[in-house]
């Protein structure tokens, strides 16, 4: 079992910036895709970014160019820096760590963080 616990989140101004990061328990972080989902009130959660065991990352048509995934292995932590935020990139954000076939599939998740972005 992976635990995961995310930080980082808050409330910033659009324009604004924010790194969240998750840090996971155990010894097999590096075997897993990393990935951080989000739901905003009202609507179904999305993935908006993944990361795989060698470092090839994936986003969501809404986070390319605004946000950055990267894992650091050697302290079991993947971070998502995200710029430039807009009002409806609020929502909680949840990291995950899971596997990487034809699309990334999340298998353990972390408690969420809040996002706020205020225009």
């Known amino acids: 079992q992976v635990q995961l616990v995310e930080s980082g989140g808050g409330s910033v101004q659009a324009g604004g910036s924010l790194t969240l990061a998750c840090v996971a328990s155990?010894?097999?972080?590096?075997?897993?895709?990393m990935g951080w989902h989000r739901q905003a009130p009202g609507k179904q959660r999305e993935l908006v970014a993944s990361?795989?065991?060698?470092?090839?990352?994936n986003y969501a048509d809404s986070a390319k160019g605004r946000f950055t995934i990267s894992r650091d292995n050697a302290k079991n932590t993947v971070y998502l820096q995200m710029e430039t935020l807009k009002p409806e990139d609020t929502a909680v954000y949840y990291c995950n760590a899971g596997l990487q076939g034809d699309r990334y599939y999340p298998i353990h998740w972390g408690q969420g963080t809040q996002v706020t972005v205020s225009s």
């Open positions: 990361i795989s065991t060698g470092g090839r990352a």
């Open positions: 155990g010894s097999r972080f590096s075997t897993y895709s």
